[in-house]
């Protein structure tokens, strides 16, 4: 069986858990202009961010990205993370299990 579940209905800020209890954890992200995510890691995960609205400066350890919306980056979630909205945006961010291989 599908679940569906439209982003804009998602109840919590910055973080929204799109799929309670379920694998892949599976976030919506809103940040306000201005508004950052202090610098953390998920040494267990593998990370895809997408980008659906806004502009973001990403922080990955000592690298900065640019995001515009639209854009996808991928990531080895033991890289310290820290994004900073440039313009109110929205981003989905899945934080998939890290196999072991």
Do not use: Q, W
């Not at 439209?6 to 976030?27: C, M, Q, R, W, Y």
């Not at 950052?36 to 000592?62: Q, S």
């Amino acid at each position: 069986m599908a679940e569906v579940v439209s982003i804009g209905d998602l109840e919590g800020t910055p973080h929204a858990n799109v799929f309670p209890n379920a694998e892949p954890k599976t976030i919506r992200l809103t940040l306000d202009a201005g508004e950052a995510v202090a610098a953390h890691d998920h040494p267990d995960r593998e990370i895809v961010l997408y980008l659906i609205e806004g502009a973001i400066e990403l922080a990955l350890d000592d690298e900065e990205y640019d995001l515009s919306a639209g854009d996808i980056v991928r990531f080895d979630g033991r890289r310290e993370v820290s994004p900073r909205a440039i313009e109110s945006s929205v981003a989905l961010i899945v934080l998939a299990e890290r196999s072991s291989n």
